[in-house]
Nanobody
Framework: QVQLVESGGGLVQAGGSLRLSCAAS????????MGWFRQAPGKEREFVVF????????YYAGSVKGRFTISRDNSKNTLYLQMNNLKPEDTAVYYC????????????????WGQGAQVTVSS
């Protein structure tokens, strides 16, 4: 049974940083393509960043490029999202996801999801 568990969310002031973790069980992060998505209140879930199975390719949404960094620690079987220079518009529930069937930027293509971590950025 696959489980993805996010942690590291919280409340931060604009300009601050947070690092989200996504601990995986039932799958090995080094053998799956994975991504981070976010969903703000009243909005659709949106793509944030993708990392290929090999880890060589990463793709970022324009709104976070240069501020967010995706990485993974294969020894801990964990995916990370380092978020720097946070803005109030980054406020959302952040989800990690694994194993996209098709387009990596479309949430409905992913087979596995975590429960989400709340990130709130105050101005």
């Amino acid at each position: 049974q696959v489980q993805l568990v996010e942690s590291g969310g919280g409340l931060v002031q604009a300009g601050g940083s947070l690092r989200l973790s996504c601990a995986a069980s039932g799958l090995t992060v080094s053998t799956y393509a994975m991504g981070w998505f976010r969903q703000a209140p009243g909005k659709e879930r949106e793509f944030v960043v993708f990392i290929s199975r090999s880890g060589i390719s990463t793709y970022y949404a324009g709104s976070v490029k240069g501020r967010f960094t995706i990485s993974r620690d294969n020894s801990k079987n964990t995916l990370y999202l380092q978020m720097n220079n946070l803005k109030p518009e980054d406020t959302a529930v952040y989800y990690c996801a694994a194993d996209p069937r098709g387009f990596y930027y479309q949430p409905n293509e992913y087979n596995y999801w975590g429960q989400g971590a709340q990130v709130t950025v105050s101005s």
